[in-house]
């Protein structure tokens, strides 16, 4: 499991590495319509060049050696063309996909846990539920009728003390799994949406 894991995020930070040399900072953007008399198609041209810098002839043109463009239908074509220069953050958008990609990994982690866990909760519940019934009835039979009161509620107290994490836990478990069949049959069964 942990192999897997290892192996799957050194891939990720190697397709970040390889990206990130695609994706710079600034960057002009020219997006160009189609020009039929030469079989151009439209196209989205992208170069790292200055501000000052940012326009078809700088952009455009050097991408298009083997279209046979001449002079005069040059400045046609760079009308068909619109040019952008954009400063945006990469390191920002790397930051909330590595955020995102924590994020999910620690809801995986989580939820491995309740699937292997889930059979124990179940187990220690009914334990407890068994034995805590057989305790209660033999520890009342041994006390007077006046006392079982105050008794019969601290020895509750007690007893849920003890597994009052787990008990939490399972009616939690207990109450997502209802509202699920819930839902489901609603759904399913009577066509009505969710509420």
């Known amino acids: 499991m942990n192999c897997v894991l290892a192996i799957s995020l050194f891939i990720v930070f190697q397709l970040l590495e390889v990206t990130s040399a695609q994706y710079e900072d600034i960057r002009c953007k020219c997006t160009c319509l189609a020009y039929n008399k030469y079989n151009i198609p ?6 790292n060049v200055l501000h000052e810098y940012c ?16 002079d005069v239908d040059i400045e ?4 068909r063309c619109g040019c952008k220069y954009e400063v945006r953050s990469t390191k920002t958008m790397q930051v ?7 994020l999910l990994g620690v809801l995986l982690i989580y939820m491995v846990v309740m699937v292997i866990a889930d059979p124990f909760i179940n ?5 407890n539920r068994a034995a ?15 006392e079982r009161t105050r008794t ?9 003390s003890k597994s009052s994490v ?12 209802r509202q699920l069949k819930e839902q489901k049959s609603s759904v399913y069964e009577r066509q009505e949406m969710l509420q």
């Open 123 to 127: 187990y220690v519940n009914k334990r």
């Open 166 to 177: 787990l008990q939490k836990v399972n009616q939690v478990q207990t109450k997502w799994k």
């Open 96 to 102: 909330v996909v590595y955020l995102f990609l924590v």
């Open 132 to 146: 805590g019934l057989l305790e209660d009835e033999t520890e009342m039979d041994c006390i007077p009728p006046a």
């Open 76 to 79: 046609p074509y760079c009308l």
């Open 152 to 160: 019969s509620s601290r020895l509750s107290s007690t007893g849920q």
């Open 55 to 70: 326009n078809c002839l700088m952009v455009v043109l050097p991408n298009l050696n083997g279209s046979n463009l001449t």
């Open 42 to 47: 439209a196209k989205i041209y992208t170069k």
